[in-house]
């Protein structure tokens, strides 16, 4: 059973760094683990996108260079390093996974995930 929550939200300077973290992914034995952010009256947005077991990375362009996801396999933690963070980063973010194990495309669509955590606000200041 997938159960995903997420930490390590909060706020973070103009240029900063912030590390969220995601656990409840022990179930999974395939497929792909996200990050997927929405701001206020925005749709949501997929930025980051790792293949479970490949461990391949693929980034929106609006974070590409500045975000970096990775998969701590031993203890199954999912993480997000926001560098050089933006006031556009400024947004509830979710971990995702998919529910199967099909290949997608080269793009993060919050439409190919079934399990969600609950989301962690990141907020950006001036």
């Known amino acids: 059973h997938v159960q995903l929550a997420e930490s390590g939200g909060g706020s973070v300077q103009a240029g900063g760094t912030l590390r969220l973290s995601c656990t409840g992914s022990q179930a999974m034995r395939c497929g792909y683990m996200a990050w997927i952010r929405q701001a206020p009256g925005k749709e949501r947005e997929g930025v980051a996108r790792?293949?479970?077991?490949?461990?391949?990375?693929i980034y929106s362009d609006s974070v590409k260079g500045r975000f970096v996801i990775s998969r701590d396999k031993p203890k199954d933690i999912l993480y997000l390093q926001i560098n050089n963070a933006e006031s556009e980063d400024t947004a509830m973010y979710y971990c995702?996974?998919?529910?199967?194990?099909?290949?997608?495309?080269?793009?993060?669509?919050?439409?190919?995930?079934?399990?969600w955590g609950q989301g962690t606000q990141v907020t950006v200041l001036p």
């Open positions: 995702a996974a998919t529910r199967g194990c099909d290949l997608l495309p080269n793009d993060v669509r919050p439409s190919d995930f079934y399990y």
């Open positions: 790792i293949g479970y077991n490949s461990g391949t990375a």
